[in-house]
């Protein structure tokens, strides 16, 4: 087989990055190691930016997104009985919208078939070849043995554990890594939510996080080790414990069966630089965020913005300048939602140091975001994030 830029994952970039490689008349393959419906039923987070949104728009793939997504004006912190509402939407003009990422992969992927853009699921084995020569190209097991695609770029598309990343010779990379002592238990319940807008709490029990996926389901995390057994979560003990972390007087979390639950620990990554020779990476493959900050798909879709637009001048004028800026470009954005979603994280979790300092310090940084608005819309503009530029 034969295309133009070979993608590995489907994975909101991977997915992404084919629509838009289209919409510049550039062809793509997409190889998925899972199978169609186990990538479109993968519960993830489901916070989506102005960006995203608008860049979800102008590929035409909005429709159910504009139907069926909440779009939200800001959000509350809670902490010791107090509530502050962060308004997002007064303090930067741009809103965010709640819409499950598994909900954007299904989009992606209906659009790509509607568009005849080949998808590749359970594909095994991929392996990429000759990065830094002219001819790269990719090996897999496809369903008649080892199948060979040749292409002119590659896009490494396959999340934290794909391949990509590992093919790149020792000594290129530099990577950044930072590991928490704890994860996030989250569940998804029949539940009307009782809130509004989302609410991140500080607890002495541990951070908890009140979101939401429609008017009848909600989504609810909470802070355990990062080594927690989900058979220790019976339901009345994730009950229980939401109601003590999030509950104030007179106010309660809406109750109902949940129907997902699952553990997932939190880590920060960054590798640099997301490019060797022809590979290029972009999303979870190049990079990782702690959810506090809900940063991890819209940086996934912010990367492959940049790749479309840096491929497209390659392949049109055979400008190389965007391709060779695309790792420095991309790395920009990627530090700043780094250094928000370690500031969310660790203003808002339980730091188990076993010194009751780091909390005292949580306390003094909340109370400055209710006494000052230069505070709040610092949050507020890294919340909603800075918009889209050429080189950001
Ligand atoms: N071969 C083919 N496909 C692979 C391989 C491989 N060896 N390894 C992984 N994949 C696939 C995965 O099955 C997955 O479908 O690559 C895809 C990567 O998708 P994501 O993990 O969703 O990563 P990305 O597209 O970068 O999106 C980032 O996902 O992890 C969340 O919170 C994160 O929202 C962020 C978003
Ligand atoms: C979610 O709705 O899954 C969600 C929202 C905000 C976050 C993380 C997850 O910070």
């Known amino acids: 087989m034969k295309t133009t830029v070979g993608i590995v994952g489907a994975g909101p970039a991977g997915l992404t990055l084919a629509l838009l490689l289209r919409a510049r008349e550039i062809d793509s ?23 995203t949104v608008d860049l ?29 509402h962060i308004p997002m939407t007064e303090l930067t003009g741009r809103t965010i919208t709640i819409y499950g990422q598994q909900q954007v992969v299904r989009d992606l992927i209906d659009a790509c078939g509607e568009r005849g853009i080949e998808v590749r699921f359970e594909v095994e084995d991929v392996a990429v070849h000759g990065l830094d020569s002219d001819s790269p190209h990719i090996t897999f097991a496809g369903e008649g043995g080892e199948e060979r695609l040749d292409c002119e770029l590659i896009a490494g598309c396959d999340g934290f554990h794909g391949v990509c990343r590992p093919a790149i010779p020792a000594g290129v990379l530099t990577e950044y890594e930072y590991e928490y002592p704890f994860g996030w238990l989250g569940i998804l319940a029949e539940a009307a939510p009782t809130t ?94 702690p959810p506090t900050g809900a940063k991890g ?35 920009r954005r990627v530090w700043r939602a780094q250094d928000f979603s370690n500031f969310m994280t660790q203003l808002l979790h339980r730091l188990d140091d076993g010194e009751p300092f780091g909390a005292r310090l949580q306390l003094a940084r909340l109370e400055q975001l209710k006494r000052s608005e230069a505070a709040r819309r610092n949050l507020a503009e890294n919340y909603v994030g800075l918009p889209a530029a050429p080189d950001f």
């Not at 393959?29 to 960006?51: F, M, P």
């Open 196 to 289: 509004d807008e989302l609410i991140y709490a500080w607890h002495e029990h541990g951070f908890s996080l009140y979101s939401m996926r429609s008017p009848e389901i909600s989504r609810l995390y909470l802070q355990v080790p990062a080594d927690e057994d989900i058979a220790d979560w019976p339901d009345e003990r994730i009950w229980e414990e939401l109601q003590a972390r999030l509950g104030v007087d007179g106010w309660r979390v809406g109750e109902g069966r949940i129907f997902d639950k699952g553990v997932t620990p939190m880590r920060s990554f960054v590798c640099e630089p997301m490019q060797f020779g022809r590979l290029f990476l972009a999303g979870d493959a190049a990079h990782i965020v």
């Open 56 to 84: 979800m728009r102008e590929l035409g793939v909005a429709a159910r997104l504009d139907q069926e997504g909440l779009p939200h004006d800001g959000v509350y912190l809670r902490w010791q009985g107090q509530t502050l």
């Open 297 to 331: 798909l819209n940086l996934a879709v912010n990367d492959v913005r940049l790749l479309a637009a840096a491929m497209g001048a390659h392949f049109a004028d055979g400008d190389d300048s965007l391709l060779e800026r695309y790792s420095a470009d991309a790395l």
């Open 29 to 51: 393959v997409v190889l998925e190691r899972r199978d169609r419906s186990y990538v479109e039923e993968r519960v993830r987070a489901g916070l989506l930016e102005q960006n």
